[in-house]
């Protein structure tokens, strides 16, 4: 079994934050899933955190050229599995138009006559996501306006391109679908003793891993 940890932030308080992550920001509050795969753990922490499996829509921001096309793989399989309607901000819409997914153009700004906030406001998406690209005139990174119309509208928001990525192919291979709940007994039940690492201990016949083994790192971090 697999366990993901993720954080908790209160920017729906916080009138006016700009809720993009930076290297000192501490969350609020953790939750930690276990499932049978990373993708089934992933989706029940973010359940967890009050994400919603997305059913109306998917606004996409995606930053510089390298994010746009490093998210490819992802926009098709919006297309082909997920089966949800498109919404792009203009630089990304002609990314998405070269791979050859359809998708209705908006604009960053609040005043533009099909604007990305409005979308968020009339209910259209339910998921958004946003990689800052540049700085505005007042020195936030671009997008500001997307990003806090999806927050004081409760809707899901990814800013970090690397999740993103994770949570589409999550949806993917979950559908979406959360699986039957289970106690922590049961993921123990059967199973030999095993120390943190999940290597045998050495009351199961095992050697003791060296505390300063390979560690991998990962996980809904933002």
Do not use: W
């Amino acid at each position: 079994y697999v366990g993901v940890k993720a954080p908790m932030f209160s920017f729906g308080r916080l009138v006016g934050a700009d809720p993009v992550l930076g290297v000192e920001m501490m969350s609020t509050g953790e939750v930690g899933c276990i499932g049978e795969g990373v993708y089934e753990a992933l989706l029940l922490c973010l359940l967890s955190t009050g994400f919603r499996v997305p059913r109306r829509g998917v606004l996409l921001s995606l930053g510089p050229k390298v994010e746009k096309f490093s998210f490819a793989d992802e926009a098709i399989i919006i297309r082909d599995h997920l089966h949800l309607p498109v919404f792009a901000t203009a630089g990304t819409a002609e990314m998405l138009a070269d791979i050859g997914v359809p998708c209705q153009t908006v604009g960053k700004s609040e005043n533009d006559p099909e604007s990305a906030v409005r979308v968020i406001e009339q209910g259209l998406v339910d998921l958004v996501i946003n990689i800052p690209r540049t700085y505005d005139a007042q020195g936030r990174p671009d997008g500001y306006a997307i990003r806090r119309a999806a927050i004081d509208g409760g809707v899901p928001l990814i800013t970090d391109p690397q999740l993103a990525r994770t949570v589409i192919e999550m949806l993917h291979r979950t559908a979406g679908r959360p699986p039957e709940l289970r106690a922590m007994t049961d993921y123990a039940a059967g199973s030999k003793a095993r120390g943190p690492s999940g290597m045998p201990t050495a009351a199961d016949g095992g050697e003791r891993p060296s505390p300063y083994g390979t560690v991998a790192s990962g996980g809904a971090s933002r």
